[in-house]
């Protein structure tokens, strides 16, 4: 599978630590080239400096056109990327990333938007926040759900008095009885449209609560930061391609797309957490153990989001987008 191209140079311009473990990245074009605009939601791939890629979501508003911002938590039992960033880079250097690419837009037209953010999932509904400010007259408003509040990306901006009425700030402390009833929130769908973005636990749970709302109004986000598509206890199983008679083997350490890919069959995919509906397939035979936080209860009897998803049967039989 395909990932994005890191053909754009840039040069880190700037970099400023807005919380604990928090840090926030500015990127500017090399040689006087004009940055490909980025919209509400979209994201870069970008090249650390330990050489891995990662890709993070842009945080201004449709105003900034000079340079890309992404802002970043230090998270010390990652795979490293986060670090690599924050510890080894300076301003000045330069990087490599990819255009930016949308898979979690500000689409339709709803009556009003809710906006759920956990911790460092605030990024990319920052920008869309930003760009409904400046564009539209549509309501919105924001619950954003952090461990404490010196942890909390872009605390001030949202604490301030323009936002009063649109942004609940709450700080759990770490507190399992200090959780915020998300419930009242998701009750009535109104006619609004739901973007979240954050742990994959707070994502699970407001899907669980928003299965009454139309799933064209409910949109999650996670960058692959989450482990769905890889637990315990799974096992390897067989899957094969409707009209191929080959039968390909999934490992218990590797995705059904990974799979896919390492026998040849390039599909389309970008977010690789099972958010953004890319890679779905047809499933065709077999019980689907689905991950994703894409398809209803209704579209999982008919597709599979091969990224994440895997097989409680020993053998599906899937159909490849066209």
Not at 95 to 121: E, H, K
Not at 223 to 252: L, M, N, R, Y
Not at 279 to 290: A, I, M, Q, V
Request: proline share 7%.
């Amino acid at each position: 599978m395909a990932h994005p191209v890191l053909d754009l140079p840039v040069t880190l311009s700037a970099r400023t630590t807005i919380a604990s473990g928090i840090v926030q990245f500015e990127f500017t074009a090399q040689n006087d080239a004009v940055l490909p605009v980025a919209e509400a939601g979209a994201h870069i791939r970008i090249q650390v400096p330990n050489g891995e890629e990662r890709q993070y979501s842009l945080c201004q508003g449709p105003d900034t056109t000079d340079r890309y911002i992404i802002v970043v938590k230090y998270e010390a039992d990652g795979k490293g990327g986060s670090r690599s960033l924050i510890d080894d880079s300076q301003v000045g250097d330069p990087f490599m990333i990819s255009a930016p690419i949308n898979d979690f837009p500000l689409t339709g037209n709803p009556s009003r938007y809710v906006f759920i953010a956990g911790g460092i999932g605030i990024t990319p509904l920052y920008s869309m926040i930003q760009t409904l400010i400046q564009t539209s007259t549509k309501p919105w408003k924001l619950y954003y759900l952090s461990r404490h509040a010196e942890e909390t990306a872009f605390l001030d901006e949202l604490g301030s008095s323009e936002f009063r009425g649109k942004v609940t700030l709450h700080h759990s402390e770490g507190k399992a009885d200090n959780r915020f009833d998300l419930w009242p929130v998701l009750e009535q769908p109104k006619g609004a449209y739901l973007y979240c973005c954050g742990p994959r636990a707070l994502m699970e749970e407001v899907r669980d609560m928003s299965g009454h709302w139309s799933p064209s109004s409910v949109h999650f986000e996670d960058f692959g930061a989450s482990d769905a598509a890889h637990q315990p206890d799974d096992q390897p199983f067989e899957v094969q391609i409707k009209g191929q008679e080959d039968v390909i083997t999934v490992g218990t350490d590797q995705t059904l797309l990974e799979a896919l890919a390492k026998y040849g069959l390039d599909v389309p995919s970008s977010c690789e957490s099972g958010t953004c509906g890319t890679c779905r397939c047809d499933l065709l035979k077999g019980e689907g153990d689905h991950r994703d936080l894409v398809l209803s209860e209704q579209e999982q009897e008919r597709y599979i989001m091969p990224c994440v998803s895997r097989a409680l049967s020993p053998r599906l039989v899937i159909g490849l987008p066209e």
